[in-house]
Each structure stands twice: as C-alpha cells, then as structure tokens.
C-alpha cells in the first residue's frame, strides 16, 4: 500500500512524501495509544484494585464520580434518595465515589457498630476535602490521637453535666423570654427563632458575644455558611460553595477579633470558653494553637445552634400533630411543677433527669430529625468483612438515616410514636440509635443538647397552650410558622 501512494506522486514530492506519510502514521499511533490509554483508565476507574472482593456498586463518572448524585436536594423525611436507590439495587453495603474519592456507604448496622468500635485501630475520622475546606483543616473532626482527646477534654469542661447544672437556670430563663415575645409577635417562623435563641444563649456562653451591644451580627456569617454547607464544591462567585467559604471567613475573623480584644483585656475569673482557650494559649507546655482553638469554636457554634434548632423545630411540629403525645409531654411537666414546695421555682437538675417521657419524645424527634446524613471514616488498612473487602485508604459513610428508618427495627418507621422508646435507656450509641455519633468521637455536646430540648419543652407546656389554626391566610393569622408553611399559635396559660 505504501509503494502505491508513492508512487502515485512525481518523484520531486517523493521526500515529502514519505514525511507526510510518517506525520499520518505517527498521528495515528498516538491516537491509538491515547484511545487504548483512556479505555484502561476508564476500567481502572470502574474496576478499583483490591486484594479480595469489592463489594457491589458503581463508580459513577471518571473524575467527579456519583458526586452530582449525592448532592442532589432530597425533599422528604425519608433515607436520602442516592442511599436508597443503590440499597435497592446493591443491598446494605455498596461502593461509591465522591469528589474523586472512592467510598464504601455502610447501612449494615453491624458494620456500623464495627466501625465505631474499632476507630484508631482500623478506622479513623476522615471528611472530604471540600467538608475540610469549610469547617476548617483543623477542625476537631480532622484531628486524631492525643490531640483530640485534648480538645475533647476541653470541650467536656464546659458542656458535662456538672457545668449544665448551672446552666440550666439560664437556659429556662432564655427559652421563658423568647416564648413571651414570639406570643406576643403577629407571625414567627420558628426554625430560624429557635435558632436566634440558642445561637445566641451558645454564643454567650462560649465567648460572651451579645449581638445588642455588637458592631457586627456574627450570626448573619453563620447563615451564609449554612447555605452553601450541602452544596457542590465549586469556588466561583455566585455559587452557594463560595457564599459558604465566604461566610466562614467572615465569621473566623469576627472570632479572631474577639479573642484579640480578649487577649488585651484578660479577666480575673474564668466566665467563659474564651477564658480557658487564653489561659491554655499562655501555658509554656500548652499544645494548642491559636488556629485549632478557632476552628474549635467556629465548629461548636455551629454544631450547637444549628443542630439543635432543627430539631426543636421538628419536635413543636410533632407535638402540634400528635394531641395524645403532647397530654402526655404536658402531664408529666406538671406533675414536677405540682411537686415543687414552691411552684414558681426554676428547673433543677434532679428535676430535669426525672423527665421519662420527655427523653422518649427527644429520642423519637432526633430519630426521624436524622440530622447527620453521613458520618465518615477512612480504612488505616485491609479489612475482611462478611464476603467483602474493605481496601486500605477507601473511605466509609455511616448511614444513620438507613439505621433510624430501618422497618426491621423500627416498626412503621416513619410514624412519630414516642413509646417505642418505653423502658429503653440510651446513654450512648448502638446498633440501631445513632443520632449523636459514636464511638469514641460521640458527640460531646449530646447532653447540652438535651438540656436545651428539654427545659425548653418544659417553658412550653407549662406556661403556654396551643391553638391549632386550620385553613385562612396563615401570613397574616399570628403564630408560630414553620418551614413548610404549617401554622400553630402560642397562648399565655392562665395563672
């Protein structure tokens, strides 16, 4: 063939020829190889390595992986619709790759268990880059060893139980004081109250912030970030990835400043976290930073107020739908109002660990809240588990919405029913409860949460009534509002 087409030119253009023929044939070796190169690449990426059997699954794109799937808003109460359908298709465990990472998503309650068990021997904490990004790189999650066991030590100084003892006057004293005000408002939307509340009772405990007498409203920053939180990771203008980041930078500045002002200005006493981070900052041996005590704060701010108001929000939503549970809530505040020598009073501890049905109603609302969608970890090395490999540097999600709606455990899983927890204790994390975490990176401020939860129930059955609104124009009917446009008015009980 190649005398053909040389021969098929005058011999003047022979050299040029061949260099034209060599040009084509050079072109289309590389393509060949380029071809052959993408097509390995392409089954390599689908097919990962491993010294055993993957479990099943799909790898999704080259690159970006099922990332847009798992980012994709989810709408209902139920398991996010990325871990359904593939626990449909896959079974419990399958394989995954988010933001060029490969992951193994666990809904198996025994592998969940094992995994919280064995963190710091064959798992450790591990969060995506772009979830790095934003809380922080050294952010407690981020963090392992003897430095986490620091911070957590720290944490628990301020949020264990004898501290929340002495919290709890304040506490009733912030939820009293919103609750008159929001009856006395013509319409209040009740998720973003609930979160002004205890942003504002956190904020003051840990760095004395009163957004009266502040310049700067640090909570705005909280809501940026909030925003763009769950959202694709990309850093340009006008996406909700970048409002985020920029509201974290807003946000750890005002917290710089605080603590610049702290610093200038240091207190006798200790009144708040700020003071022990300053006292730890002026040890000789201290290990902590100034950059890790931030990220600490910016994530505690977070996780407190955030957290927490979803699930208050859900938990008044419930009691407004459910009659029988809120007469029971109601019943048993009154009783310990009825018991007090003197009936005006504040809440007491012994008082607050006495309130059976209420942890039952906190356990139900936390569990369809499933406010965590994933909780992750990365594989230190090869793990056997079952029929399955789990390969070494994979990371693995935690599921707790699979676990909390789980039919075999959970009869109608989504029905609000408070007495499935009758006779259940639950001070930590189990198979089929894990709504703080767990393991040794249980939440921390679990307790706090409670407290909050139920003081705040206590304010609300005791001192006010509620007035189911049906039907009419809710914007202009006073009352709480929720997100979903349900309507619920609060009245002053009469004395």
């Given at each position: 063939?190649?005398?053909?087409?040389?021969?098929?030119?005058?011999?003047k253009?022979?050299?040029?020829?061949?260099?034209?023929?060599?040009?084509?044939?050079w072109?289309?070796?590389?393509?060949?190889?380029?071809?052959i190169?993408l097509?390995?690449?392409?089954?390599?990426?689908?097919n990962?390595?491993c010294?055993?059997?993957?479990?099943?699954?799909?790898?999704?794109?080259?690159?970006?992986g099922?990332?847009?799937?798992?980012?994709?808003?989810?709408t209902?109460?139920?398991?996010?619709?990325?871990?359904?359908?593939r626990?449909?298709?896959?079974g419990?465990?399958?394989?995954?790759?988010?933001?060029?990472?490969?992951?193994?998503?666990?809904?198996?309650?025994?592998?969940?268990?094992?995994i919280?068990?064995?963190?710091?021997?064959l798992?450790?904490?591990?969060y995506?880059?772009?979830?790095t990004?934003?809380?922080?790189?050294?952010?407690?999650?981020s963090l392992?060893?003897?430095?986490?066991?620091?911070?957590?030590?720290?944490?628990?100084?301020?949020?264990?139980?004898?501290?929340?003892?002495?919290m709890i006057?304040?506490?009733?004293?912030a939820a009293?004081?919103?609750?008159?005000?929001?009856s006395?408002?013509?319409?209040?939307?009740?998720?973003?109250?609930?979160a002004?509340?205890i942003?504002?009772?956190?904020?003051k405990?840990?760095?004395?912030?009163?957004?009266?007498?502040?310049?700067?409203?640090?909570?705005?920053?909280?809501?940026?970030?909030?925003?763009?939180l769950?959202?694709?990771?990309?850093?340009?203008?006008?996406?909700?990835?970048h409002?985020?980041?920029?509201?974290?930078?807003?946000a750890m500045?005002?917290?710089?400043?605080?603590?610049?002002e702290?610093?200038?200005?240091?207190?006798?006493?200790?009144s708040?976290?700020?003071?022990?981070?300053?006292?730890?900052l002026?040890?000789?041996?201290?290990?902590?930073?100034?950059?890790?005590?931030?990220?600490?704060?910016?994530?505690?701010?977070?996780?407190s107020?955030?957290t927490?108001?979803?699930?208050?929000?859900?938990?008044?939503?419930?009691l407004?739908?459910?009659?029988?549970?809120?007469k029971?809530?109601t019943?048993?505040?009154e009783?310990?109002?009825?018991?007090?020598?003197?009936?005006?009073?504040?809440?007491?501890?012994?008082?607050?660990?006495?309130?059976?049905?209420?942890?039952?109603?906190?356990?139900?609302?936390v569990?369809?809240?499933?406010?965590?969608p994933?909780?992750?970890?990365?594989?230190?090395?090869d793990?056997?588990?079952?029929?399955?490999?789990?390969?070494?540097?994979?990371?693995?999600m935690?599921?707790p919405?699979?676990?909390?709606?789980n039919?075999?455990?959970?009869?109608d899983?989504?029905?609000?029913?408070?007495w499935?927890?009758d006779?259940?204790?639950?001070?930590?994390?189990?198979?089929?409860?894990?709504?703080?975490?767990?393991?040794?990176?249980?939440?921390?401020?679990?307790?706090?949460?409670?407290?909050?939860?139920?003081?705040?129930?206590h304010?609300?059955?005791?001192?006010?009534?509620?007035?189911?609104?049906?039907?009419?124009?809710?914007?202009?009917?006073?009352?709480?509002?929720?997100?979903?446009?349900?309507?619920?008015?609060?009245?002053?009980?009469?004395?």
């Amino acid at each position: 063939i190649i005398n053909i087409i040389v021969l098929s030119f005058p011999i003047k253009d022979l050299s040029f020829s061949y260099l034209h023929l060599s040009s084509i044939m050079w072109g289309f070796w590389f393509l060949a190889l380029l071809v052959i190169g993408l097509i390995r690449w392409v089954y390599r990426w689908r097919n990962p390595r491993c010294n055993g059997k993957l479990p099943p699954g799909s790898m999704g794109l080259p690159l970006i992986g099922e990332t847009l799937q798992f980012f994709a808003p989810n709408t209902t109460s139920e398991i996010p619709p990325f871990v359904k359908e593939r626990m449909k298709r896959y079974g419990p465990i399958f394989k995954t790759n988010l933001v060029g990472r490969p992951v193994l998503v666990s809904t198996d309650p025994d592998l969940n268990y094992f995994i919280f068990q064995q963190e710091g021997h064959l798992f450790e904490s591990w969060y995506p880059d772009t979830f790095t990004e934003i809380f922080g790189r050294q952010n407690v999650g981020s963090l392992h060893g003897f430095m986490y066991k620091y911070l957590k030590n720290m944490v628990l100084n301020l949020f264990g139980p004898e501290s929340l003892k002495k919290m709890i006057p304040e506490i009733e004293q912030a939820a009293s004081k919103r609750l008159k005000k929001w009856s006395q408002q013509e319409s209040v939307e009740i998720k973003d109250a609930t979160a002004t509340m205890i942003f504002d009772l956190t904020a003051k405990k840990l760095i004395s912030y009163d957004q009266d007498s502040s310049s700067e409203n640090l909570r705005e920053n909280f809501l940026a970030f909030i925003q763009g939180l769950i959202s694709f990771p990309i850093d340009i203008p006008g996406t909700a990835y970048h409002k985020c980041l920029q509201g974290r930078k807003r946000a750890m500045k005002m917290l710089k400043n605080l603590l610049n002002e702290r610093r200038m200005n240091r207190r006798k006493q200790q009144s708040d976290f700020f003071d022990h981070v300053l006292e730890e900052l002026h040890r000789d041996d201290t290990i902590l930073t100034e950059g890790i005590a931030l990220d600490l704060m910016f994530v505690l701010l977070f996780a407190s107020f955030e957290t927490t108001s979803l699930a208050l929000t859900l938990a008044m939503k419930f009691l407004s739908d459910h009659p029988k549970v809120l007469k029971q809530l109601t019943e048993e505040h009154e009783a310990i109002v009825n018991r007090r020598q003197n009936p005006d009073s504040g809440l007491t501890w012994k008082e607050y660990k006495s309130m059976t049905f209420t942890f039952q109603f906190i356990n139900e609302t936390v569990r369809l809240a499933n406010i965590v969608p994933g909780i992750f970890r990365k594989v230190k090395r090869d793990i056997q588990f079952k029929d399955y490999t789990i390969p070494a540097g994979w990371a693995v999600m935690v599921c707790p919405p699979a676990v909390h709606l789980n039919p075999t455990k959970y009869e109608d899983p989504l029905t609000f029913n408070p007495w499935r927890w009758d006779g259940q204790e639950i001070n930590g994390a189990t198979r089929h409860f894990m709504a703080f975490g767990g393991g040794m990176r249980f939440c921390v401020g679990t307790e706090f949460t409670k407290v909050q939860m139920a003081t705040f129930l206590h304010c609300l059955v005791t001192k006010y009534r509620w007035n189911q609104i049906k039907g009419g124009n809710i914007v202009r009917t006073p009352g709480l509002q929720f997100p979903d446009g349900y309507h619920v008015q609060i009245l002053e009980r009469d004395t």
